[in-house]
């Protein structure tokens, strides 16, 4: 994959996680019975998802070879 083409990816599943985290909240704020059942939204996913997204996009250094 090219590197435009992985930042659109990046940038695409970083806006769809967000806006189901987002989703959920405002969903949990409208009828606050849903805060006891707030997995159902799948927020450890997310959250995971989330957290493995902005560890992955770090700066890649090429390594020298070794002798």
């Known amino acids: 994959m090219s590197q435009p083409h992985a930042l659109i990816a990046f940038i695409a599943t970083l806006a769809t996680l967000l ?6 909240f405002v969903a949990a704020y409208m009828v606050p019975q849903l805060i006891g059942k707030i997995e159902a939204f799948g927020l450890g996913t997310v959250t995971g998802g989330l957290v493995t997204l902005a560890a992955s996009f770090r700066p890649r250094h090429p390594q020298e070879p070794q002798p």
């Open 19 to 24: 806006m189901v985290l987002i989703a959920s």
